[in-house]
């Protein structure tokens, strides 16, 4: 009996209980979009958080679906403002991809045009977002790796949707269902900042187009209390409107003020957080916002105490995965991509255990390649890992013009008109027409087929072209027999070469080929003498090796690089009867480290001998001025005029300290070493120990988007002389 009278006890508690956390109102959260002013979320959150207070469902809307999705995969506030804290701002904004995803290739076409447009049926074209956002995607899919899984967002720790819009007519999308971080993403894809995303055959772009503020949506739902945040601004005025971002806000304001007052009226608790003078792309002052946020959440606090949970309840952090264990991966029919290049790029297969960071490099590799419109991806759980789910859209636009402008003070100022093909023989190929017009004609084409790990083939075709005066003591070095003591000289080199090449060790490019070069030194300045002093053609093998992992060519922050070739000369027509078969081997080593805050130091240190007696000296090394892209052995030497110092081998050592002390501007110096002349490595001492010439600079650069703009002031101890030169522009 006893028992008995326990057990019935025991059912009456339970159902006392039961019926209690019945009676407990369902809380709703819903988030408006904003841009970057949706940091303020984070800020209410964290009062959320600190009243134990208990959210069963949150609708979010662009920025609002960011921090809603993150909160509602398990993440607490302290841990948003945390991930927020440390993102990239200018990668969150652009389509940004790490440069050592890049091929050699692919890095040198991204780092010489200002400008690249579509050119497909002789019309010039548009990207329909600049960004693909795929650094967005890629940092959401990390974030909410631990709920990959999930297809339905009612199975998350707390449920959610999210609002896009139908770019195609126009309809509000409710997302629910699907990859967490592509709803996500495509509810933020603002219009001509980011690209559209396809979910379901639907075109999708930020759903503060129809509905900023999803309270309806949460109602629908059975919840009986809704918090809102809305950080959306007024209309703004005229003087407000001066860039683009502000135009978008306001575009989307028109539709959704006019519903704001329903909707305020269908929240309970309705928190607008003072962020009026903040704009969308204003992610550098998120500390700022979010603690807005949190003091306006304050407010509130004897409103929100009300729906606290009992036992208060603390939310656990989420663990980030630092590897997964891929099982097996698969992606939608290709019509000009196999299996074996997506893996090549990918650089991993299947049943392999890798780090985040190899995977997250695996798709930059992909994007790198600019062959895919739009590159998404999901996990599907199994037993012992996952399997991996690629959505592939290739890029329709396989034809493009680019353009570039630069002056330096040897090649003078240049335009640089480009034509780009892809696929225009068999796939994974590419073909490239620049042609530089200005001071001195020249043009550059690439054909190039990617085989990734396979040997790849490649053809180049160059002519440079350029005009400078010379000493009467470097025009005898060239063996130019003149006793007038400055030479105007004629620089024309066209060289054609054939090679092939593959990644070995998975970083480093090795190679090598063949080249045809006709190279022809003449000048106007003698009279009634030949003023032909070269007119031949060479034939030459070669090899190569590569490696560059510096974050940027232009103001590395860090990495290193390593260049080297080796050159045998077969063959010349020998125009002044002097050839001998002869080789130069040359190397360059640079190392880039930051020190300290906005400092960083670079040290690079080349070299380079000939081998073998021969008569031919337009080959040899020749160093002096800065700025321009370097031809044949044609080097920069601080401290010496261009074209200044010469001879069959040479040892440089450059050592440079910049500081960034702004946004994208630069100061910085150097000081370079040499020894440069005839056997300089048959002695230690003439080539290690006592550096024979030195120069130093001081200079200032700026980052653009045209390319950095720098000017640098030069002297020497030894000459007394000193230079100012200038460059602007990417090098070309």
Known sequence: MKKLFLFVSLLFLIQISLGQENARPKVGLVLSGGGAKGLAHIGVLKVVDSLGIKVDYIAGTSMGAVVGGLYASGYNAKQLDSIFSSVDIDALLQDYTPRDSKSFYEKRNDEIYALSL????????????????????????????HVSHVRDFSELPIPFLCIGTDAETGEKVVLDNGVLAKCIIASGALPTLYSPVEINGRLLIDGGVVDNYPVEELRARGVDIIIGVDVQDGLKSSEELKEVTAVLSQINNFS????????????????????KGFSVVDFEKGKEIIEIGKQKAKEFSNELIKYSYPEKIQRDKVVIQDSIYIKEVSFNKLENYTRAYILGKLKFKRNIKISKAQFLKGISNLNATQNFSAINYSFEQVDDGENLVLELKENPNNTFLKFGLHYDDLFKSGILLNYTKKKLLVKNDVVSLDVILGDNIRYNFDYYLDNGFYWSLGFNSKLTTFNKNISAGIARDLNINSSINTLNIDFLDLSNQAYLQTIFAQKFSIGGGLEFKFLRLKSETLQNTNSIFESSNYLSFFGFLKYDSFDKKYFPKSGWSFNSEMRYFAYSSDYNNNFERFSIAKADFSFVQPVVKNTT????????????????SYFDFILGGYGFQQVNNIKPFFGYNFLSLTGESYLKLSLTADYQFYKKHHFNIIANFANIGNNIFDTLDTWFINPKYSGYAIGYGMETVIGPVEIKHSWSPETKNHYTWFSVGFWF
């Open 601 to 616: 130091f670079k040290l690079q240190s080349e070299g380079g001998f000939s081998i073998g007696e021969r008569g031919v």
């Open 256 to 275: 959704m003020i006019e519903k704001m007052e329903g909707k305020q009226k269908a929240t309970d608790i309705y928190i607008k957080p003072e962020i």
């Open 118 to 145: 579509p050119f497909n049926k002789f019309k010039l074209g548009l990207p329909s977002g600049l960004s693909k956002g795929l650094y967005n995607f890629n940092l959401l899919s990390t974030l909410t790796q």
